[in-house]
T-cell receptor, first 111, second 113 residues
């Protein structure tokens, strides 16, 4: 099976940096994904990590440590539009390579 | 030119009814999915399907059945609807095994009364 944990809610200030953590346990790890979901909308892909280390894409970066079963999403220069839920998901080879999502972290950016 | 589309966007129905949600993708993707997102925003895989096989999450009741008339469509049929089926259902698609990104449809909010 799969077990994915992330904080339920976070609040950060516009212009600041925020780190959203995700820990996971899975038997057939085959990649970790971060998705962004604004209220009432569909999830959209942000990042993918399969090897250890940091992947940077503009203001967003994602880090993976496979030995620790740990990832984080780093958002820099926060903007009001970054207020959304951030979903951590793992792809599991034993689960037909499907994605298994955590419950998501609702980020609120305040002025 | 929507990539993944779903109809209807909202569906309100009575317990015991049978309903369908349609999904179409115009991306030429090989694999399509159905997810259920409950009131706590937990997004859970229900089915994955490509032209080779259907993978069913074992926790999904057999009242739910996906049907694919062609590669671009994966519709979701639900029989004997129950209150607990109320949720947002998302369709998604992905291009082959080598692609990492899944593209999600806009979702269908199902309310069972």
């Amino acid at each position: 099976g799969q077990n994915i944990d992330q904080p339920t809610e976070m609040t950060a200030t516009e212009g600041a940096i925020v780190q959203i953590n995700c820990t996971y346990q899975t038997s057939g790890f085959n990649g970790l994904f971060w998705y962004q979901q604004h209220a009432g909308e569909a999830p959209t892909f942000l990042s993918y990590n399969v090897l250890d280390g940091l992947e940077e894409k503009g203001r967003f970066s994602s880090f993976l440590s496979r030995s620790k079963g740990y990832s984080y999403l780093l958002l820099k220069e926060l903007q009001m539009k970054d207020s959304a839920s951030y979903l951590c998901a793992v792809r599991d080879q034993t689960g037909a390579n499907n994605l298994f999502f955590g419950t998501g972290t609702r980020l609120t950016v305040i002025p | 030119d929507t990539a993944v589309s779903q109809t209807p966007k909202y569906l309100v129905t009575q317990m015991g009814n049978d309903k369908s949600i349609k999904c179409e993708q115009n991306l030429g993707h090989d694999t399509m999915y159905w997810y259920k997102q409950d009131s706590k925003k937990f997004l859970k895989i229900m089915f994955s399907y490509n032209n080779k096989e259907l993978i069913i999450n074992e926790t999904v009741p057999n009242r739910f059945s996906p049907k694919s008339p062609d590669k671009a469509h994966l519709n979701l049929h639900i029989n004997s609807l129950e209150l607990g089926d109320s949720a947002v259902y998302f369709c998604a698609s992905r291009q082959g095994e080598s692609s990492n990104e899944q593209f999600f449809g806009p979702g269908t909010r199902l309310t069972v009364l």
